[in-house]
């Protein structure tokens, strides 16, 4: 089997990042191409035989993984942040034969000095069972995989969200071409634990609210769209403590319903139903 592997990068973690390339270089009985995206920064140091991809102006985190598509080889792609590695050096050969009727496969994500796991790592609700796994309708976007041929049938990732969301939006996209969307819990990246106190940026709370208007408008019919926006938002206002970060939201909420989201692909009913018995209805 030939994978095609994209390590996204700004250039501001080399010794993360020479440990997530290294976890890719020590797979074994795979054909593995790598190359190393800097997203506004030029790849240098690598290892031998990864290639780097220069972005000159950082256009967002999925713009720079469609960016390393065309530039890797193989007929299976994997997308890997430069703050994870892989653990086992079979994982690649063992994802390999998982893609019947399967379209995008997330692995599971573990804190590399044994302390706390963040939310955000689980494609579940809460926090969900790490070791459970199955089948879900959202990925966490740092250590993915998917055949080419579902990347280009669906439209890669969506490059105007620039931060967050993109994991849901590709696997919807995926579910409504009629395929599997797994989190596969028994192969395992490596990724620094959360800081125990994280700071909220006002950023991550515009884009977060604007992504998911641009879903909702994307994807769903009018009432469902209606309803998946404003549980986003009754439960985030509560949590938001400043002046700041409240205008961040709002602002999120206007952009998201007056600016060019892309093209709409409204969600089959059948995908929809797929997604209440996974456990996730697009409602939360």
Request: hydrophobic fraction near 40%.
């Amino acid at each position: 089997m030939s994978w095609g592997a994209v390590v996204l990068t700004r250039g501001d973690r080399p010794a993360l990042l020479d440990r997530a390339v290294r976890s890719l270089l020590k797979q074994r009985d795979v054909e593995l191409d790598v190359v190393v995206v800097g997203n506004g920064w030029r790849p240098e140091g690598l290892p031998e035989g990864v290639r780097g991809v220069h972005v000159e102006r950082d256009e967002g985190i999925p713009a720079g993984r469609n960016a390393g598509v065309p530039e890797v080889r193989g007929d299976l792609l994997f997308f890997l942040d430069d703050d994870a590695q892989l653990v086992d050096d079979d994982a690649l050969a063992r994802l390999g034969g998982r893609f019947a009727g399967v379209g995008l496969i997330q692995l599971r994500v573990e804190p590399d000095d044994g302390g706390r796991r963040s939310s955000d790592w689980s494609p579940r609700l809460g926090a969900g069972d790490p070791g459970r796994g199955g089948e879900v309708t959202a990925v966490w976007e740092g250590a993915v995989a998917m055949p080419r041929a579902v990347f280009e049938r669906v439209g890669g990732w969506p490059s105007a969200f620039r931060f967050v969301h993109e994991g849901v939006d590709l696997a919807w996209r995926v579910m409504d071409a009629g395929l599997r969307v797994e989190y596969a819990a028994d192969l395992s990246v490596l990724h620094p634990p959360p800081p125990a106190n994280p700071t909220r940026h006002a950023y991550s709370t515009y884009f977060g609210a604007r992504n998911r208007v641009w879903l909702a408008r994307r994807h769903l019919p009018l009432p469902l769209g209606i309803l998946y926006a404003a549980t986003f938002l009754l439960r985030a206002w509560p949590r938001l403590s400043s002046p700041r970060e409240r205008q961040a939201l709002l602002r999120g909420y206007r952009d998201g319903l007056r600016t060019p989201c892309g093209p709409r692909r409204r969600l089959h009913a059948r995908t929809l139903w797929r997604m209440v018995r996974a456990g996730r209805p697009p409602v939360i």
